[in-house]
T-cell receptor, first 114, second 114 residues
Framework: NAGVTQTPKFQVLKTGQSMTLQCAQD?????MYWYRQDPGMGLRLIYY???????DKGEVPNGYNVSRLNKREFSLRLESAAPSQTSVYFC?????????????FGDGTRLSIL | AQSVTQLGSHVSVSEGALVLLRCNYS??????LFWYVQYPNQGLQLLLK??????LVKGINGFEAEFKKSETSFHLTKPSAHMSDAAEYFC????????????FGTGTRLLVSP
């Protein structure tokens, strides 16, 4: 049982390059999320999708775009990477957006911007 | 807006000793509260959650947490630490009204010595 799958696991980019982080879940969850994790700052929400066809900004959306391709897939795009975007990125999903539903996380993408 | 504060970025215990990780929350309405654990190079896994049923919540791996409204706390405990408990632990809060996003604390790294 795969759960939430993120690709790639590691990536090194040069400043100004673009890339898309992929996320897919096989639990038939309605809601999906993208977070970034930085030392001493916990996880911060970048964007989320409450249901298929909707996306909304989270706490730190600047410099990112997202696409909810279908119910299973939710991608995060960096159009012009900056060193400040060096981080570990996590995708998560939940059965519904109600507050009592736990989120299930992927293993992360470790991204370095030089 | 809701928030959580985790006291102590690092906690060190000896194997067999009591584990106590502190979490205080701020919320204007009754919250849902979660503890997640993150092992190295992995995503977050749900340990336990409080959703307004019993105030003492039991989770996986022998962990439990008690919701104390008067103290706005949700501390995580385990009677006897094991080497395999070494990880980073995150407290998170959301509200029990409609679609809500998780807000994470900054995390506490638990170190277990033999």
């Amino acid at each position: 049982n795969a759960g939430v799958t993120q690709t790639p696991k590691f990536q090194v980019l040069k400043t100004g390059q673009s890339m898309t982080l992929q996320c897919a879940q096989d639990m038939n969850h309605n809601s999906m999320y993208w977070y970034r994790q930085d030392p001493g700052m916990g996880l911060r929400l970048i964007y989320y999708s409450a249901s298929e066809g909707t996306t909304d900004k989270g706490e730190v959306p600047n410099g990112y775009n997202v696409s909810r391709l279908n119910k299973r897939e939710f991608s995060l795009r960096l159009e012009s990477a900056a060193p400040s975007q060096t981080s570990v990125y996590f995708c998560a999903s939940s059965e519904a957006g109600g507050g009592n539903q736990p989120q299930h996380f992927g293993d992360g993408t470790r991204l370095s911007i030089l | 807006a809701q928030s959580v504060t985790q006291l102590g970025s690092h906690v060190s215990v000896s194997e067999g000793a009591l584990v106590l990780l502190r979490c205080n929350y701020s919320s204007s309405v009754p919250p849902y509260l979660f503890w997640y654990v993150q092992y190295p190079n992995q995503g977050l896994q749900l340990l336990l959650k409080y959703t307004s049923a019993a105030t003492l919540v039991k989770g996986i791996n022998g962990f439990e947490a008690e919701f104390k409204k008067s103290e706005t706390s949700f501390h995580l405990t385990k009677p006897s630490a094991h080497m395999s408990d070494a990880a980073e632990y995150f407290c998170a809060v959301t509200l029990n009204t409609g679609f809500q996003k998780l807000v994470f604390g900054t995390g506490t790294r638990l170190l277990v010595s033999p």
